[in-house]
């Protein structure tokens, strides 16, 4: 199966060329960006050495989807997908920071609370919570976005605003905007009998100084699922939920001794391993679209999405 794990094209009216760990944006004119979502995996902030086949069709046919049952509630950056692989949008000025919102502690939360901490991001937790139980209510925790391969680091609120990294009008925008799109996807999630965990969103703002969500929303990449059926009783029991997301892949990288720490050596991923996180991947989009999933043709993935995109912006001239 082949998969595409980087890009360097050349589009008419081309301005520049940003890698991020999963996607490589194309700035095109002043008022457009060419998102392409590459099969490249990314864990504890390390890109891994393998593509995952059909990862970022998948992920961008979701991110898409979700977008669209969004909009109502939250503007966002997407005009059109021209290719599976492919959103097209308005450029826009992102803020600096991821806004991580939590209903439950799981991931990185449960790993911060078992260690002993009871603040996080400027929230206190509760004492005597259990992993994988609800918060009395969602709790928002950001990260600050990292550049240069550097770690996503938690940031409270006060020091966002004390920074001045967004100010507090606009922090206000988009803290609504994150409670707004979370209550929205828990709601999609639990009519496909799932329970949204957790997940993140980034925003940005167009050059009419709009607010917008960019970037994804509700993908696996970006959020974790509980399977609804059984939760209740596998919290009463202590035992591990059955989740829809990629925690499986940084559970396989901690069991191996792995988790982006210097020194740590990236454990081999074996094409049935490969295999296996891609078939968990369309497991995923099966689920939490409801439908079967397509895969497109990767004969030549770099010559398609060349092709579709290319056509795409001379319909625009």
Same mark, same amino acid.
């Given at each position: 199966? !082949?998969?595409?794990?980087?890009? =360097?094209? @050349?589009? %008419? *009216?081309?301005?520049?060329?940003?890698?991020?760990?999963?996607? $490589?944006?194309?700035?095109?004119?002043?008022?457009?960006?060419?998102?392409?979502?590459?099969?490249?995996?990314?864990?504890?902030?390390?890109?891994?050495?393998?593509?995952?086949?059909?990862?970022?069709?998948?992920?961008?046919?979701?991110?898409?989807?979700?977008?669209?049952?969004?909009?109502?509630?939250?503007?966002?950056?997407?005009?059109?997908?021209?290719?599976?692989?492919?959103?097209?949008?308005?450029?826009?000025?992102?803020?600096?920071?991821?806004?991580?919102?939590?209903?439950?502690?799981?991931?990185?939360?449960?790993?911060?609370?078992?260690?002993?901490?009871?603040?996080?991001?400027?929230?206190?937790?509760?004492?005597?919570?259990?992993?994988?139980?609800?918060?009395?209510?969602?709790?928002?925790?950001?990260?600050?976005?990292?550049? !240069?391969?550097?770690?996503?680091? =938690?940031? @409270?609120? %006060? *020091?966002?605003?004390?920074?001045?990294?967004?100010?507090?009008? $606009?922090?206000?925008?988009?803290?609504?905007?994150?409670?707004?799109?979370?209550?929205?996807?828990?709601?999609?999630?639990?009519?496909?009998?799932?329970?949204?965990?957790?997940?993140?969103?980034?925003?940005?703002?167009?050059?009419?100084?709009?607010?917008?969500?960019?970037?994804?929303?509700?993908?696996?990449?970006?959020?974790?699922?509980?399977?609804?059926?059984?939760?209740?009783?596998?919290?009463?029991?202590?035992?591990?939920?059955?989740?829809?997301?990629?925690?499986?892949?940084?559970?396989?990288?901690?069991?191996?001794?792995?988790?982006?720490?210097?020194?740590?050596?990236?454990?081999?991923?074996?094409?049935?391993?490969?295999?296996?996180?891609?078939?968990?991947?369309?497991?995923?989009?099966?689920?939490?679209?409801?439908?079967?999933?397509?895969?497109?043709?990767?004969?030549?993935?770099?010559?398609?999405?060349?092709?579709?995109?290319?056509?795409?912006?001379?319909?625009?001239?």
């Amino acid at each position: 199966m !082949n998969s595409i794990t980087s890009t =360097d094209f @050349s589009f %008419e *009216n081309q301005k520049s060329l940003y890698k991020g760990k999963v996607r $490589d944006v194309y700035s095109i004119g002043e008022d457009l960006l060419v998102m392409i979502t590459t099969d490249r995996l990314s864990a504890f902030d390390v890109i891994l050495p393998k593509g995952i086949p059909f990862k970022g069709q998948i992920l961008n046919q979701i991110a898409s989807e979700c977008m669209e049952q969004t909009k109502d509630i939250v503007p966002n950056w997407l005009l059109a997908t021209p290719d599976p692989n492919v959103s097209v949008g308005m450029r826009c000025t992102p803020f600096k920071v991821e806004m991580v919102i939590r209903g439950y502690l799981a991931g990185h939360a449960a790993r911060e609370y078992q260690a002993g901490k009871r603040t996080l991001c400027g929230v206190t937790l509760p004492e005597g919570l259990q992993e994988n139980a609800p918060f009395p209510s969602p709790i928002i925790t950001p990260s600050t976005k990292a550049e !240069n391969g550097l770690h996503d680091e =938690d940031i @409270s609120r %006060e *020091n966002i605003l004390k920074r001045g990294i967004v100010s507090e009008e $606009d922090y206000a925008v988009i803290e609504k905007y994150t409670y707004d799109l979370f209550k929205r996807g828990s709601q999609l999630a639990l009519q496909r009998g799932l329970i949204l965990v957790d997940t993140k969103y980034e925003f940005g703002k167009t050059k009419e100084g709009t607010i917008v969500l960019i970037d994804e929303a509700h993908t696996p990449d970006s959020s974790r699922y509980f399977y609804a059926d059984g939760y209740e009783e596998r919290l009463k029991r202590g035992e591990p939920q059955k989740q829809l997301s990629k925690e499986f892949v940084r559970q396989w990288l901690i069991e191996n001794g792995f988790q982006g720490r210097p020194g740590e050596k990236i454990p081999e991923m074996t094409p049935a391993h490969v295999a296996s996180i891609s078939e968990r991947y369309i497991e995923l989009y099966e689920h939490l679209l409801g439908k079967k999933f397509i895969k497109s043709d990767t004969t030549n993935i770099q010559e398609r999405i060349y092709k579709n995109v290319s056509e795409y912006l001379r319909s625009l001239l």
